[in-house]
């Protein structure tokens, strides 16, 4: 099993930056894809972008490509999106979740159902 716990949300303006981070306890972290999702209010967790166990590939919902970056630090059990250009549809509540499944190795996972362990959840408020 990992822990999951989020952080570095906020409220910024629209065109701000934001760099989210996710902490890992308990199992070694390097066996786990991570995956970001979202969630707005009144609407369904959405995916934005996840990478493998390795670090190797990395993917992202169309509607971020070229202004979020997912990445990891298998030493120091962290994985981090950062957020450019924010815009007002970013605003949600964002999930870091994590998955121990070995096709996430080789093949995206992009669906909510692949991921077995998720955090809290941290909030990201786009100001006008």
């Known amino acids: 099993q990992v822990l999951l716990v989020e952080s570095g949300g906020g409220v910024e303006p629209a065109g701000g930056s934001l760099r989210l981070s996710c902490a890992a306890s308990?199992?070694?972290?390097?066996?786990?894809?991570v995956g970001w999702f979202r969630q707005a209010p009144g609407e369904e967790r959405e995916f934005v972008a996840t990478i493998n166990q390795s670090g190797s590939t990395t993917f992202l919902a169309d509607s971020v490509k070229g202004r979020f970056t997912i990445s990891r630090d298998n030493a120091a059990n962290t994985a981090a999106l950062q957020i450019n250009n924010l815009k007002p549809e970013d605003a949600a509540v964002y999930f870091c979740?994590?998955?121990?499944?070995?096709?996430?190795?080789?093949?995206?996972?992009?669906?909510?159902?692949?991921?077995?362990?998720w955090g809290q959840g941290t909030q990201v408020t786009v100001s006008s």
């Open positions: 308990g199992r070694a972290f390097s066996n786990y894809a």
């Open positions: 979740a994590a998955t121990d499944a070995e096709r996430c190795s080789v093949y995206v996972c992009n669906q909510r159902a692949n991921y077995q362990y």
